[in-house]
C-alpha cells in the first residue's frame, strides 16, 4: 500500500492534492488508514453497499469493507474536480477533516466551517489562522509576571489576583498605532538591505574563489571592454592590448589580474558599504520596535481589584 507521504503534492490534481494536505496533517498515512477512519466514523455515508450470502442472508465484513473503501479512496487522489466526487464521500470528508465543502470544491481557501471566518478572510485579507486566533479572545494572567522573583504586598495591597492581559487588545492598540504602516516599512528596509548585502558578499566570494588565467583572444578584450565600460579613465597599462595578447601573454595574464584585483577592492568596498547601511537599518528597526514597546510598557497600570470588579467585557 503505497504511502501517502510518498507522493509529492506537486504531482497530484487539484482535489487530489487539497485531499492529501488534509490527510497528511492528520498523520493519515495511506489510503487504507484514510479508509478506515472513514468507516468507523462515518460508516453510514461511506458502508458499500450490503452484500449476501446464497442464503439471502446480510454478510458483514469490516475487512472488506474497508478494502472497497480504499479503492474508491484513492481514486479520489486522482480528480481534479471535487464534482466528480460522489456527494456522499464530500461530507464524509468535511465531517473527518473539520473543513467546508466549499474549500473541497475549491472555490475559496479558508477552511473553516464558520461563514464568519470565511467573511472575514475575504474582506481583510487575513488567513484563516489569523482569524481565528483574534476571534479566540486569548488572555495571559499576570500573576507569574507579578510574583514570580519578589513579593509586591508592600507596593500594592489590592492587586487582582486574577489580574490578566486580554490579547485581543495587545493586537487591537499595535493595529491601531502607526507601527501598522511603519513596521512592515521599516522592516521592509532592514530586509531589502540584508539581501543586497548578502548578495554583494556572495559576489565578493566568487570573485576570490575563481582563478585568474589567460582567456582566449574573444574573451580577453570583452573584459577589457567591460572593464573600460565602468572604469573609462582608469587606464593601467602601455601598448596596444592587441599587440599585447599575441606577443606578449604574460603581460596580458598580469592585465587580467589587475581587472580582477581592481574588481575585487570595488566589490569589497561595496560589501563594508553594504553591511554599514544593513546594521543601520537593523539598528533602527529595533529602536523602533524598543521604543514603541517600552512607551506602552510605561504606560502599562496593573489591575488593581476595584478596576477588576468594575471592568465589563467589550
Given amino acids: 500500500m503505497a504511502r501517502l507521504g510518498n507522493t509529492s503534492l506537486n504531482d497530484l490534481p487539484s482535489f487530489g492534492r487539497r485531499l492529501m494536505e488534509l490527510a497528511r496533517e492528520q ?50 487522489f486522482n480528480e481534479e474536480n471535487a464534482y466528480n466526487v460522489q456527494s456522499k464521500y464530500l461530507f464524509a470528508y468535511s465531517k473527518l477533516f473539520n473543513c467546508s465543502l466549499d474549500y473541497l470544491y475549491g472555490t475559496t481557501p479558508v ?26 479572545k486569548s488572555e495571559i494572567y499576570l500573576e507569574g509576571s507579578l510574583y514570580a522573583h519578589f513579593d509586591y504586598d508592600f507596593l500594592y495591597k489590592d492587586l487582582d489576583p486574577e489580574a490578566k492581559l486580554l490579547i485581543n487588545s495587545f493586537w487591537n492598540d499595535l493595529l491601531e498605532s502607526d507601527l501598522f504602516i511603519k513596521l512592515p516599512e521599516e522592516w521592509a528596509e532592514m530586509a531589502c538591505a540584508l539581501q543586497l548585502h548578502k548578495a554583494i558578499k556572495e559576489n565578493l566570494d566568487t570573485i576570490d574563489s575563481k582563478p585568474v588565467t589567460l582567456t582566449d583572444r574573444n574573451t580577453f578584450f570583452k573584459i577589457l571592454d567591460e572593464y573600460y565600460a565602468t572604469h573609462p579613465d582608469e587606464r593601467f597599462f602601455d601598448g596596444d592590448p592587441f599587440d599585447i595578447y599575441d606577443n606578449d601573454p604574460e603581460y596580458a595574464l598580469e592585465i587580467l589580474q589587475q581587472i580582477h584585483d581592481f574588481e575585487r577592492y570595488d566589490r569589497a568596498c561595496d560589501e563594508g558599504k553594504s553591511n554599514m547601511i544593513y546594521l543601520g537599518s537593523s539598528g533602527q528597526f529595533d529602536r523602533f520596535l524598543q521604543n514603541y514597546f517600552h512607551d506602552k510598557a510605561e504606560a502599562f497600570e496593573i489591575p488593581t481589584i476595584k478596576e477588576y470588579q468594575n471592568y465589563k467585557p467589550q
Fill in 111 to 136: 477552511r473553516s466551517t464558520d461563514p464568519d471566518v470565511r467573511i472575514i478572510c475575504q474582506k481583510i485579507g487575513l488567513s484563516e489562522k489569523v482569524v481565528q486566533k483574534l476571534m479566540h
Fill in 27 to 76: 498523520d493519515i498515512g495511506t489510503p487504507m488508514l484514510l479508509a478506515t477512519k472513514l468507516y468507523d466514523n462515518y460508516s453510514d455515508l461511506v458502508e458499500p453497499a450490503k452484500r449476501k450470502n446464497k442464503y439471502g442472508k446480510i454478510v458483514k465484513d469490516r475487512d472488506h469493507d474497508i478494502s472497497a473503501i480504499t479503492r474508491m479512496v484513492q481514486t479520489h
